[in-house]
């Protein structure tokens, strides 16, 4: 009976579970078959949709030889994301704070991004005022914004001034838009929390900080942190892996290459035209600057979906970012190496050499100087050497040393650098006259010592060699090879009286002075003498400034760039080539996308026997004229021509040396200023030591001869 009834039970219970599974297996089949359509379409999970950019690869830069000069080191910056920032104002401070406290506390708070807008309000004599020069910045004018936002109305209404507006009140009315006080102005932090908030949460608004426009809190930050933040659940910050560039030759080629930094404020509309964020890195000088677009590449999109609380439930990328081209130029690193080297040396012998001879003013205060080199056939930018030069890789530290030393390093004296040509000028007073028909190769004309044409005005310029040094000698009557190899200046005078100074500029202009090279860095165009320049200044041109012209003084003041790019025109017989430093472009993959065609960019009339007599001349001023000490010996066949130019009664001279190579084909053309060098012919061994590299010459560099020929430039002109 017992077992009946047990087993009755046990049947009771089996119907029981297999009626109720059945109830829940129909009501799983109606939800998830039957009514999938409903429930999908009333069952919502609401999310959100933000994007940020994924920061492009920057494109390195080379040498002419494939050697890479600026190359990528990656770092992960920690910025903070607008989208999921906290909302309220002490969300926002506390996860400031505890940030930074964490960034010092690992000692990673190098890379602090500190808050341009620190430099906004200035505490003096127990009130606070507005910094103009913060003022006049676009940052600037969005702070005027928003004080007019909090109803600050500026005192001169026209210019936007505040220079009577209390000032402490508007920053009062900050630290409560900040939560940094309460509404009666009591602190809600500490004096340091305060300080260190302010100015940062202010930057973050100037800088339009939002779900589209990250801010960068500190850079390179390690590993570590990285993973001590992740643990700590913070919200609010990302790591973005940024590009630090890397200069494998440190020290040499600064000018030219460039620095990168975040957009200046006056740069900034520009950049945000373009689709740049504000905090982009960009170049802000030399080929980083100039080649910026080929570099830059094109940022791509990421897309983050979050939830209603904040929890990113899915990310994808919505745009691939397009890495940046490499940027070859046309300088050969191992040649600029040695210029560099030879022009710092050329400095040291022209000063030992000075002290050693006791005289006054003999180069014992020259400091610096520029050599330039560039093929004469193609235009191609060889070497670009500036002293004193820096380095990039330590710029940051150094600046303030660099910026306070009187040698101005940072100034690019290559390009930049203005100067009276001297005796280099001559070259083309000679091509023209030849070319015009002013004088023949045989053309003689006297030399008096002192030029009388104009002695009826009391104007009797003298040549170099009619002094007391000189014994007040002359060099009687002298045809045009002759003039350019001893450099007599009233030789030159007569030929720029008849030529007149329309003729002359007709030519300096063709080859190239006073105009600009065509090389994409920023560069001087110089000054080319003559009445335009001065009208413009509100002055007169005279006859007698035309014959100072003519030996490359009065106003004339060029660029070794420009002068070692004029020599080439005239080597080219009128023809002048368009100077550049842009070799190829090439993509990610290696492909070539841009290559520099040589071009013509101005030509007169010059022809090849005219040519000749001056390259012949050239040839005479290495072997027997004012360089023939520089080159004793030497094996290779150039021709040059040496200058120097007064610059001030209580320094040296400047010294100015150009020559080309090899004499019966010219390939390169090379030019050197040293300020204060005294003498142009001294200025001939860094270009002499450059040539030896270039052509591999069995010649030792940096020698120094004992031979003390005297010719024009031995201190004489």
């Given at each position: 009976?017992?077992?009946?009834?047990?087993?009755?039970?046990?049947?009771?219970?089996?119907?029981?579970?297999?009626?109720?599974?059945?109830?829940?297996?129909?009501?799983?089949?109606?939800?998830?078959?039957?009514?999938?359509d409903y429930y999908t379409e009333t069952v919502v999970t609401k999310t959100y949709t933000r994007t940020e950019p994924i920061q492009a690869q920057r494109g390195e830069i080379y040498d002419r030889n494939g050697k890479v000069l600026v190359e990528n080191k990656y770092t992960y910056d920690l910025y903070l994301d607008g989208g999921s920032f906290p909302k309220s104002n002490e969300d926002k401070n506390n996860i400031l704070l505890k940030l930074t406290q964490k960034a010092k506390a690992m000692d990673e708070f190098d890379g602090f991004n500190e808050p341009r807008a620190r430099e906004a309000f200035v505490y003096k004599d127990g009130k606070w005022s507005l910094d103009n020069a913060f003022m006049g910045t676009v940052y600037g004018k969005r702070l005027s914004k928003l004080m007019v936002g909090l109803n600050f109305t500026p005192d001169d209404k026209e210019k936007g001034g505040w220079t009577q507006t209390d000032i402490g009140e508007v920053r009062d009315a900050l630290l409560l838009r900040y939560g940094l006080?309460?509404?009666?102005?009591?602190?809600?932090?500490?004096?340091?929390?305060?300080?260190?908030?302010?100015?940062?949460?202010?930057?973050?608004?100037l800088k339009n900080f939002s779900a589209v426009e990250p801010y960068t809190l500190i850079t390179d930050v390690s590993v570590a942190f990285i993973s001590a933040i992740t643990e700590g659940g913070h919200r609010g910050y990302n790591i973005n892996v940024s590009a630090e560039r890397v200069y494998t030759y440190p020290g040499y080629l600064s000018h030219v290459l460039g620095r990168v930094g975040q957009i200046q404020a006056e740069n900034a509309q520009y950049y945000t035209d373009l689709g740049y964020s504000l905090n982009a890195i960009v170049g802000t000088s030399g080929a980083e600057k100039s080649f910026e677009a080929y570099l830059h590449g094109t940022d791509g999109t990421l897309a983050i979906v979050e939830d209603k609380y904040g929890n990113i439930v899915e990310t994808y990328v919505l745009k691939e970012p397009v890495a940046g081209q490499d940027v070859y130029l046309t300088i050969d690193i191992d040649l600029q190496m040695v210029a560099e080297t030879a022009l710092k040396n050329n400095i040291q012998t022209i000063v030992d050499q000075a002290i050693a001879d006791e005289g006054e003013f003999d180069g014992e205060d020259a400091n610096a100087g520029a050599l330039t080199a560039l093929n004469s056939k193609t235009g191609e930018v060889l070497v670009l050497a500036n002293y004193p030069s820096y380095n990039l890789a330590t710029f940051n530290e150094d600046y303030s040393m660099l910026r306070e030393d009187p040698a101005s390093p940072l100034f690019n004296r290559s390009l930049e650098g203005i100067y009276e040509p001297g005796s280099t000028f001559k070259i083309g007073m000679a091509a023209a006259a030849l070319q015009e028909g002013i004088i023949t190769p045989y053309t003689e004309i006297l030399d008096e010592g002192e030029y009388q044409y104009y002695a009826d005005s009391n104007f009797t310029p003298a040549c170099w060699i009619y002094s007391a040094r000189y014994g007040y000698r002359t060099h009687g009557w002298i045809n045009v090879s002759k003039a350019i190899e001893v450099s007599c200046n009233c030789f030159f005078y007569d030929v720029g009286r008849q030529l007149t100074i329309t003729r002359m500029n007709k030519y300096c202009k063709a080859f190239g002075l006073g105009e600009a090279t065509g090389i994409e860095l920023s560069e001087k165009t110089g000054v080319l003498a003559g009445p335009t320049e001065r009208e413009a200044k509100g002055e007169t041109w005279y006859d007698g400034d035309t014959i100072q012209a003519a030996i490359g003084q009065s106003d004339n003041l060029f660029t070794p760039l420009q002068i070692s790019n004029y020599i080439s025109t005239v080597l080219s017989e009128g023809d002048r080539m368009k100077a550049h430093i842009l070799y190829q472009v090439r993509d990610y993959h290696g492909n070539i996308t841009y290559e520099f065609e040589p071009q013509i960019v101005d030509s007169i009339e010059l022809s090849s026997k005219n040519a000749l007599v001056v390259k012949n001349a050239m040839r005479s001023v290495i072997t027997e004229g004012s360089a023939v000490r520089i080159f004793v010996n030497y094996p290779l066949a150039i021709g040059g021509k040496t200058g120097t130019a007064q610059v001030s009664s209580t320094s040296s001279d400047n010294a100015i040396f150009t020559a080309f190579a090899p004499f019966d084909d010219p390939e390169i053309v090379a030019t050197c200023i040293i300020e204060k060098g005294a003498s142009g012919t001294d200025a001939g061994y860094s270009v002499r030591d450059l040539f030896t590299s270039y052509f591999n010459v069995d010649y030792p560099l940096n020698g120094v001869t004992e031979d003390t020929t005297t010719g024009e430039d031995g201190a004489n002109e």
């Amino acid at each position: 009976m017992k077992r009946r009834d047990h087993l009755l039970r046990y049947i009771a219970l089996g119907f029981i579970f297999v009626a109720v599974s059945l109830v829940y297996i129909a009501r799983l089949i109606t939800i998830q078959i039957a009514s999938q359509d409903y429930y999908t379409e009333t069952v919502v999970t609401k999310t959100y949709t933000r994007t940020e950019p994924i920061q492009a690869q920057r494109g390195e830069i080379y040498d002419r030889n494939g050697k890479v000069l600026v190359e990528n080191k990656y770092t992960y910056d920690l910025y903070l994301d607008g989208g999921s920032f906290p909302k309220s104002n002490e969300d926002k401070n506390n996860i400031l704070l505890k940030l930074t406290q964490k960034a010092k506390a690992m000692d990673e708070f190098d890379g602090f991004n500190e808050p341009r807008a620190r430099e906004a309000f200035v505490y003096k004599d127990g009130k606070w005022s507005l910094d103009n020069a913060f003022m006049g910045t676009v940052y600037g004018k969005r702070l005027s914004k928003l004080m007019v936002g909090l109803n600050f109305t500026p005192d001169d209404k026209e210019k936007g001034g505040w220079t009577q507006t209390d000032i402490g009140e508007v920053r009062d009315a900050l630290l409560l838009r900040y939560g940094l006080v309460d509404a009666d102005g009591n602190d809600l932090y500490s004096e340091e929390e305060r300080d260190f908030l302010f100015p940062l949460r202010l930057d973050m608004e100037l800088k339009n900080f939002s779900a589209v426009e990250p801010y960068t809190l500190i850079t390179d930050v390690s590993v570590a942190f990285i993973s001590a933040i992740t643990e700590g659940g913070h919200r609010g910050y990302n790591i973005n892996v940024s590009a630090e560039r890397v200069y494998t030759y440190p020290g040499y080629l600064s000018h030219v290459l460039g620095r990168v930094g975040q957009i200046q404020a006056e740069n900034a509309q520009y950049y945000t035209d373009l689709g740049y964020s504000l905090n982009a890195i960009v170049g802000t000088s030399g080929a980083e600057k100039s080649f910026e677009a080929y570099l830059h590449g094109t940022d791509g999109t990421l897309a983050i979906v979050e939830d209603k609380y904040g929890n990113i439930v899915e990310t994808y990328v919505l745009k691939e970012p397009v890495a940046g081209q490499d940027v070859y130029l046309t300088i050969d690193i191992d040649l600029q190496m040695v210029a560099e080297t030879a022009l710092k040396n050329n400095i040291q012998t022209i000063v030992d050499q000075a002290i050693a001879d006791e005289g006054e003013f003999d180069g014992e205060d020259a400091n610096a100087g520029a050599l330039t080199a560039l093929n004469s056939k193609t235009g191609e930018v060889l070497v670009l050497a500036n002293y004193p030069s820096y380095n990039l890789a330590t710029f940051n530290e150094d600046y303030s040393m660099l910026r306070e030393d009187p040698a101005s390093p940072l100034f690019n004296r290559s390009l930049e650098g203005i100067y009276e040509p001297g005796s280099t000028f001559k070259i083309g007073m000679a091509a023209a006259a030849l070319q015009e028909g002013i004088i023949t190769p045989y053309t003689e004309i006297l030399d008096e010592g002192e030029y009388q044409y104009y002695a009826d005005s009391n104007f009797t310029p003298a040549c170099w060699i009619y002094s007391a040094r000189y014994g007040y000698r002359t060099h009687g009557w002298i045809n045009v090879s002759k003039a350019i190899e001893v450099s007599c200046n009233c030789f030159f005078y007569d030929v720029g009286r008849q030529l007149t100074i329309t003729r002359m500029n007709k030519y300096c202009k063709a080859f190239g002075l006073g105009e600009a090279t065509g090389i994409e860095l920023s560069e001087k165009t110089g000054v080319l003498a003559g009445p335009t320049e001065r009208e413009a200044k509100g002055e007169t041109w005279y006859d007698g400034d035309t014959i100072q012209a003519a030996i490359g003084q009065s106003d004339n003041l060029f660029t070794p760039l420009q002068i070692s790019n004029y020599i080439s025109t005239v080597l080219s017989e009128g023809d002048r080539m368009k100077a550049h430093i842009l070799y190829q472009v090439r993509d990610y993959h290696g492909n070539i996308t841009y290559e520099f065609e040589p071009q013509i960019v101005d030509s007169i009339e010059l022809s090849s026997k005219n040519a000749l007599v001056v390259k012949n001349a050239m040839r005479s001023v290495i072997t027997e004229g004012s360089a023939v000490r520089i080159f004793v010996n030497y094996p290779l066949a150039i021709g040059g021509k040496t200058g120097t130019a007064q610059v001030s009664s209580t320094s040296s001279d400047n010294a100015i040396f150009t020559a080309f190579a090899p004499f019966d084909d010219p390939e390169i053309v090379a030019t050197c200023i040293i300020e204060k060098g005294a003498s142009g012919t001294d200025a001939g061994y860094s270009v002499r030591d450059l040539f030896t590299s270039y052509f591999n010459v069995d010649y030792p560099l940096n020698g120094v001869t004992e031979d003390t020929t005297t010719g024009e430039d031995g201190a004489n002109e």
